[in-house]
């Protein structure tokens, strides 16, 4: 994600993949095989067996897709976290001081029971799931990654919405000692996003609490984000402690950072230009050449119908 920094930014400030990966390059030079060992044995095996490369991710089950995982070097060494820096390399540096236990999350709002959980409490009751998804960034990188997590709607299941609860915000942990960049005004902290009831019922919507079998890593948003795998990453927050019911749409943080680039709906659309560069073409992190970015992120299929009516020109 980029903010807006009076004028237009260069692109060359938007694409540091190229920085990044020359770097990856020298690091394992210097330390041989050593980034390899990070991918658990039993998911490299699922990665060979997984590559229907170019075929557009239809998947078997309707919900994953089967293409070649993304290195576990790349998911967490290569993020978006701007608590922790603006940098793609940052996160992984600077998360670390994030104390992710004990941690609660509330939930309050439009609901019959509301309620503030433990950590733990919260996901137990839920079946937590494998599932491989695209993340899509409007930055038009992408990546594959298998989540673990449960669907949202179980959650919402448990406290009940009442008739006026219309969207759901969510807010990550605010505090300034463990989260560096909310000393500074880069984004009106902390971070909100926002879905509409039915898209956060839907059964793509995922509450993650980890991803290639282990829990997250602190800069892919510990110990508790959402994927939306359909949306641009930027709706997919982090390190999430809060979640409010409510009637009227949220005003989120990227919205407010950059109204006329980042929308409340943020579906994955590849015929609506973002002011400052195209959104036809993307680059799938550990390759170099582009490839289309489908419609919805390739789901289409599952959730095009929940905008039926919508001009999504108009609703970006
Ligand atoms: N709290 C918080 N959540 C966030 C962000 C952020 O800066 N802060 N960045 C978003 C963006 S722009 C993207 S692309 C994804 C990146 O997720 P990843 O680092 O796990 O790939 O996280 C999203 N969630
Ligand atoms: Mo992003």
Redesign the pocket.
């Known amino acids: 994600?980029l903010i807006r920094r009076g004028r237009d930014v260069p692109s060359s400030e938007i694409t540091p993949y190229e920085t990044y990966l020359d770097r990856r390059r020298f690091l394992r030079t210097a330390a041989v095989g050593a980034a390899a060992a990070l991918v658990p044995g039993s998911l490299a095996a699922c990665n060979e067996a997984g590559g229907n490369e170019g075929a557009g991710g239809e998947s078997t089950s309707g919900e994953a897709v089967q293409e070649e995982l993304t290195p576990y070097e790349h998911?967490?060494g290569?993020?978006?976290?701007?608590?922790?820096g603006t940098g793609k390399e940052d996160?992984a540096r600077n998360a670390h001081t994030l104390v992710t236990r004990p941690w609660s999350v509330a939930v309050e709002g439009h609901v019959a029971k509301p309620a503030v959980y433990d950590l733990e409490d919260f996901i137990a009751p839920h079946k937590l799931e494998d599932r491989t998804y695209r993340?899509?960034?409007?930055?038009a990188w992408s990546?594959v990654?298998p989540w673990r997590g449960f669907p949202l709607r179980d959650l919402i299941a448990r406290v009940e919405p009442t008739a006026s609860a219309k969207f759901i915000e969510f807010f990550?942990?605010l505090d300034p000692a463990q989260m560096p960049l909310q000393r500074t005004g880069i984004?009106d902290w902390?971070?909100n996003?926002g879905l509409r009831l039915d898209e956060a019922m839907h059964p793509l919507t995922l509450m993650v609490t980890g991803?290639y079998g282990k829990d997250?890593p602190n800069?892919?948003?510990a110990p508790l984000?959402?994927i939306v795998p359909w949306k641009?990453?930027?709706?997919?927050?982090?390190?999430?402690v809060r979640m409010r019911f409510v009637e009227e749409m949220p005003r989120t943080?990227?919205m407010k950072a950059g109204p006329t680039e980042y929308g409340f709906y943020a579906n994955v659309n590849p015929d609506v230009d973002h002011p400052r560069w195209n959104q036809d073409k993307e680059r799938r992190i550990g390759e170099f050449r582009r490839r289309d970015t489908l419609m919805f992120n390739g789901y289409a299929d599952q959730v095009a119908s929940l905008y039926t009516g919508m001009d999504l020109r108009r609703n970006f």
Do not use: D, H
Not at 78 to 84: C, G, Q
Not at 135 to 139: A, F, G, I, K
Not at 232 to 240: C, D, E, H, P, R
């Open positions: 994600m998911v967490t290569y993020n978006n976290f701007y608590e922790f996160p993340l899509r960034c409007v930055e990546m990654i990550t942990l984004l902390p971070y996003e991803l997250l800069q892919n948003g984000r959402l641009y990453g930027f709706k997919s927050i982090k390190s999430i943080a990227w």
